[in-house]
């Protein structure tokens, strides 16, 4: 087994339940709209604020433009003109309090720290994710995290990565696990990067895409295994 000294997080879906956190806001945001928020309703914003980022992670979108226009795209499709940017803050403020752990999340970590160094890389609002892991009890877990937002970059972008090794002294890509669920950011990122990449799937969904995880695990309690630390 190979001998890491860093390991590297992302944290939506990974570390913290971003769907459950999701549902919450939405429910709250179109409670606030007086409009019953429908599964439908749910699938349709998830499909276009997917594609929004998806779009972002290519480098064909801005980050400000991902997020205050997805609210509008929504409504569009609905037949219904609203203030982008306005829904993007309420929807924010509602998100910020979305902490559920994903399982098994804080006890890895509680443990992981005493062998490794840890980081969080991860796409989004620095605000946002800041408050959520603070809020998760995850924050005092890692040596630095590493927000998107701040970085002017994004997985999987090779610039993105420089700026976090950049500000890591004595460590190679050789030394590192990247741990996450996207295979477009993470995966791909850490792959280009020269990165070991660990998949986390933990609906055991088929890779279709080309893009190869060195290893690819469904519960995070696996990821004693790969990095031979023995469960407490």
Same mark, same amino acid.
């Given at each position: 087994?190979?001998?890491?000294?860093?390991?590297?997080?992302?944290?939506?879906?990974?570390?913290?339940?971003?769907?459950?956190?999701?549902?919450?806001?939405?429910?709250?945001?179109?409670?606030? @709209?007086?409009?019953?928020?429908?599964? @439908?309703?749910?699938?349709?914003?998830?499909?276009?604020?997917? %594609?929004?980022?998806? &779009?972002?992670?290519?480098?064909?979108?801005?980050?400000?433009?991902?997020?205050?226009?997805?609210?509008?795209?929504?409504?569009?499709?609905?037949?219904? !003109?609203?203030?982008?940017?306005?829904?993007?803050?309420?929807?924010?403020?509602?998100?910020? &309090?979305?902490?559920?752990?994903?399982?098994?999340?804080?006890?890895?970590?509680?443990?992981?720290?005493?062998?490794?160094?840890?980081?969080?890389?991860?796409?989004?609002?620095?605000?946002? %994710?800041?408050?959520?892991?603070?809020?998760?009890?995850?924050?005092?877990?890692?040596?630095?995290?590493?927000?998107?937002?701040?970085?002017?970059?994004?997985?999987?972008?090779? !610039?993105?990565?420089?700026?976090?090794?950049?500000?890591?002294?004595?460590?190679?890509?050789?030394?590192?696990? *990247?741990?996450?669920?996207?295979?477009?950011?993470?995966?791909?990122?850490?792959?280009?990067?020269?990165?070991?990449?660990?998949?986390?799937?933990?609906?055991?969904?088929?890779?279709?895409?080309? *893009?190869?995880?060195?290893?690819? *695990?469904?519960?995070?309690?696996?990821?004693?295994?790969?990095?031979?630390?023995?469960?407490?």
């Amino acid at each position: 087994m190979k001998a890491y000294k860093a390991l590297f997080f992302d944290v939506d879906d990974t570390l913290l339940d971003f769907r459950a956190a999701e549902r919450e806001a939405l429910r709250q945001l179109f409670e606030d @709209e007086q409009i019953e928020l429908t599964p @439908e309703m749910v699938q349709q914003y998830k499909n276009i604020n997917q %594609q929004l980022w998806r &779009e972002f992670e290519e480098g064909k979108r801005s980050r400000d433009d991902v997020v205050n226009t997805r609210f509008a795209e929504f409504f569009k499709v609905y037949g219904k !003109e609203v203030d982008g940017v306005l829904l993007e803050n309420k929807y924010r403020n509602y998100l910020q &309090e979305g902490h559920q752990l994903m399982d098994g999340a804080l006890d890895l970590i509680t443990e992981l720290k005493d062998y490794y160094d840890l980081y969080i890389v991860t796409n989004g609002d620095s605000a946002t %994710q800041d408050k959520r892991l603070r809020a998760a009890g995850l924050y005092p877990f890692f040596k630095q995290i590493f927000v998107s937002e701040d970085t002017g970059y994004q997985k999987p972008m090779k !610039e993105f990565f420089d700026y976090v090794f950049d500000r890591i002294p004595n460590l190679s890509p050789e030394q590192g696990l *990247i741990i996450g669920d996207s295979l477009n950011a993470d995966i791909k990122g850490g792959n280009l990067y020269g990165l070991d990449t660990c998949w986390f799937n933990p609906e055991k969904n088929a890779n279709n895409t080309g *893009i190869l995880p060195t290893y690819e *695990i469904n519960s995070l309690n696996k990821l004693y295994t790969i990095t031979s630390v023995k469960m407490v």
